[in-house]
């Protein structure tokens, strides 16, 4: 079993339609949660950084973590085409190099 | 958030040889990181670059194959070594400020062994 497990997808919605992206993980002693975009042949953006169960708003974006759960999530409100891309969870433990663990990263498409 | 080049940004190898790829960082940094994506695929953790010492290797990657040079606080370098088509993969480096768990990422090297 894999430590993250993300959706590969693909998914894709209609412009200004609310996008849902999830991960789940087995590991509780993750802390740290970061949600990536990346666009193609580019390296991975950060858009989002948490450390706590609750939501985390910017913009269009929202984090959700519930660690309870072992789920974290990425809602993207009035998606625009130009947020085409894929999007991949990623998390760390607090100790040491708090290196990060990917999912496999959700391919998303947003249609005009 | 620290601004992240790498040098080449995509190369055409051919079977036997090496590649060292550079990793500069707009400013210092506590640690630097690189990943392999092969295609189609998430990222996967090579090593650590430690800043003057040896890189810590996750399982599956040797130094003798990846070496792995961080001479200061801003620059790291990793070489494929003997490459075989297997290495063809894009391969990032990235960076952590601070005591804040976010990395931030360059933009790649695309890597293709023929």
């Known amino acids: 079993q894999k430590e993250v497990e993300q959706d590969p997808g693909p998914l894709s919605v209609p412009e200004g339609a609310i996008v849902s992206l999830n991960c789940t993980y087995s590991?509780?002693?993750?802390?740290?949660f970061m949600w990536y975009r990346q666009y193609s042949r580019k390296g991975p953006e950060l858009l989002m950084y948490t450390y706590s169960s609750g939501n985390k708003e910017d913009g269009r974006f929202t984090a959700q973590v519930d660690k309870s759960s072992k789920y974290i999530s990425l809602f993207i409100r009035d998606s625009q085409p130009s947020d085409s891309a894929t999007y991949l969870c990623?998390?760390?433990?607090?100790?040491?190099?708090?290196?990060?663990?990917f999912g496999q990263g959700t391919r998303l498409t947003i249609n005009p | 958030s620290a601004v992240i080049s790498q040098k080449p940004s995509r190369d055409i190898c051919q079977r036997g040889t090496s590649l060292t790829i550079q990793c500069q960082v707009d400013s210092q940094v506590t640690m630097m990181f690189w990943y392999r994506q092969q295609p189609g695929q998430s990222l996967t953790l090579i090593a650590t670059a430690n800043q003057g010492s040896e890189a810590t290797y996750e399982s599956g990657f040797v130094i003798d194959k990846f070496p792995i040079s961080r001479p200061n606080l801003t620059f790291s370098t990793l070489t494929v070594s003997n490459m075989s088509p297997e290495d063809s993969s894009i391969y990032l480096c990235?960076?952590?400020?601070?005591?804040?768990?976010?990395?931030?990422f360059g933009p790649g090297t695309r890597l293709t062994v023929t």
């Open positions: 590991n509780s002693a993750f802390q740290y």
């Open positions: 990623a998390m760390s433990y607090p100790q040491g190099a708090q290196k990060l663990v």
């Open positions: 990235s960076a952590r400020q601070g005591l804040g768990a976010e990395q931030y």
